[in-house]
């Protein structure tokens, strides 16, 4: 999935991939790559960044999930406190925003994600193809199961 984290689809999305994910677990590689959408969404980079900085702590995942249940709160003060509630160095995370450390990594995925033909979010591959169905639960599964990769 290529995601946005102050996205009101891709925070819609979220629940229905997280029961996905459960559903399919040993059989199902979820990635998230970020492709924040700067113009409309001026939160999504900052988040993402957010996003790598847990990552660089080893918590990719809890962030990822705290920032999509925040109910669209990703102030830098927001940020510095899901990191706080998730036992991270919450003071490393924003001197990390600050001096933008992770937007490099950021910018990574953008390109990789323009370059294979994403051009909103959320963007959903299955298998190696950018899918362009619905991204409701019985869609997706079915999708997903049918996928020769």
């Known amino acids: ?3 946005d984290f102050q996205c009101p689809y891709c925070a819609a999305a979220y629940p229905i991939i997280r029961r996905i994910r459960d559903q399919m677990a040993g059989r199902l590689l ?3 790559r970020h492709f924040p959408l700067r113009d409309i969404h001026p939160d999504a980079e900052r988040a993402a960044e957010a996003a790598e900085s847990a990552a660089a702590q080893g918590a990719f995942w809890q962030m990822h999930d705290r920032m999509y ?3 669209g709160a990703l102030s830098r003060k927001d940020l510095i ?3 706080s509630e998730l036992g991270l160095d919450s003071e490393r995370v924003g001197t990390e925003l600050d001096s933008e450390t992770h937007r490099p990594r950021v910018q990574r995925d953008v390109d990789s994600g323009r370059s294979s033909g994403v ?3 959320p963007g959903f591959f299955v298998g190696r193809r950018l899918y362009g169905g619905s991204f409701d ?3 997706l599964t079915t999708a997903l199961e049918t996928s020769s990769g």
């Open 137 to 139: 639960a019985q869609s």
């Open 81 to 83: 406190g899901y990191a």
């Open 119 to 121: 051009t909103g979010t």
């Open 69 to 71: 249940e925040s109910g």
């Open 30 to 32: 979820f990635a998230f």
């Open 1 to 3: 999935m290529f995601g």
